[in-house]
């Protein structure tokens, strides 16, 4: 399904193969490197996932409570809790998940390749993919330790009695509100996509930025309308996953100073404009 999706919109996006094709920007890379710490960043997170019971803590250290057991909770996360929280939560965290995790990764990928198809560029779609992946495992490595070290309880256990929060379906998952890692994984997708189809200049970097910055807005407010993070913590989310989504492309992946011609998958010719005077010579033949 996701793979018929990403043809749609690629099939909905792209001009005919008729259209001009334009110079893009040739970026930094390191593949060896680049793929290490992608993987070695991934395997933090499975890591951490897979213990997590183990390394979670088991009690709040953010607590929003004083040393009287008085909520003192901020009036501006208070607020904005009563006012987006769901009467009935299912379905926020239902649609928070989809955005996040199918619909967040599955137009990075048709939008990107709309782009480098768009620009006749299809040879660079790989390593464009490959940069967006490392961004992305590194906001979710930065992401996962921050919530294991503040250890702030999240909004609906906040509410609950002492004897109602270890009885939670996840209590492992009870103190790890700040900050949203569904809103730092939708907004460095968005942003790591975006920064590099700009860097190269794409015709269709707008369509890129167009689709996924509002679809990693809408999964920060679902997770706050799902009552498990704080407007902070999904403030926090959108600003360092951005942070990370474009820092990561533009310091270690920015443009190598030259501009060059793509080619086409189809013909592997040049299809930039060239010198007026070079001489062409073609050879045809039939089997």
């Given at each position: 399904m996701f793979v018929a999706?990403?043809?749609?919109?690629?099939?909905?996006?792209?001009?005919?193969?008729?259209?001009r094709a334009q110079a893009v920007y040739e970026l930094r890379r390191d593949i060896?490197?680049?793929?290490?710490?992608?993987?070695?960043?991934?395997?933090?997170?499975i890591i951490t996932e897979t213990y997590k019971d183990h390394?979670?803590?088991?009690?709040?250290?953010w607590c929003d409570f004083d040393g009287k057991g008085r909520d003192v909770?901020?009036?501006?996360?208070?607020?904005?809790?009563?006012l987006s929280r769901w009467k009935d939560n299912r379905p926020a965290l239902r649609i928070a998940d989809a955005t996040a995790f199918v619909l967040a990764p599955t137009a990075s990928i048709s939008t990107m390749m709309a782009a480098a198809i768009n620009d006749r560029a299809e040879i660079k779609y790989p390593t464009d993919m490959l940069l967006v992946l490392e961004a992305v495992a590194l906001a979710g490595v930065v992401n996962q330790a921050l919530k294991f070290t503040f250890a702030r309880e999240r909004p609906f256990v906040?509410?609950?009695?002492e004897d109602e929060k270890p009885r939670q379906s996840?209590?492992?998952?009870?103190?790890?509100?700040f900050y949203s890692g569904h809103t730092t994984l939708s907004f460095a997708i968005a942003t790591a996509s975006g920064t590099i189809a700009s860097l190269r200049d794409y015709r269709l970097k707008h369509l890129v930025w167009g689709t996924l910055v509002?679809?990693?807005?809408?999964?920060?407010?679902?997770?706050?309308?799902?009552?498990r993070h704080y407007f902070t913590d999904v403030l926090t989310g959108a600003v360092l996953g951005s942070a990370v989504g474009i820092l990561v492309p533009l310091v270690f992946h920015g443009r190598d100073g030259k501009d060059t011609v793509p080619f086409s998958t189809e013909?592997?010719?040049?299809?930039?404009?060239?010198?007026?005077?070079?001489?062409?010579?073609?050879i045809s033949g039939g089997f």
């Open positions: 999706a990403s043809l749609a919109a690629c099939a909905t996006t792209v001009p005919p193969r008729e259209a060896p490197v680049d793929v290490g710490v992608t993987v070695a960043a991934a395997a933090f997170m390394l979670a803590p088991q009690m709040c250290r909770l901020n009036p501006v996360d208070h607020g904005m809790r009563e906040h509410v609950l009695t996840h209590p492992s998952d009870n103190n790890l509100s509002p679809m990693a807005a809408l999964t920060g407010f679902l997770r706050i309308a799902g009552d013909d592997q010719t040049p299809v930039g404009p060239g010198p007026a005077s070079a001489p062409m010579v073609t």
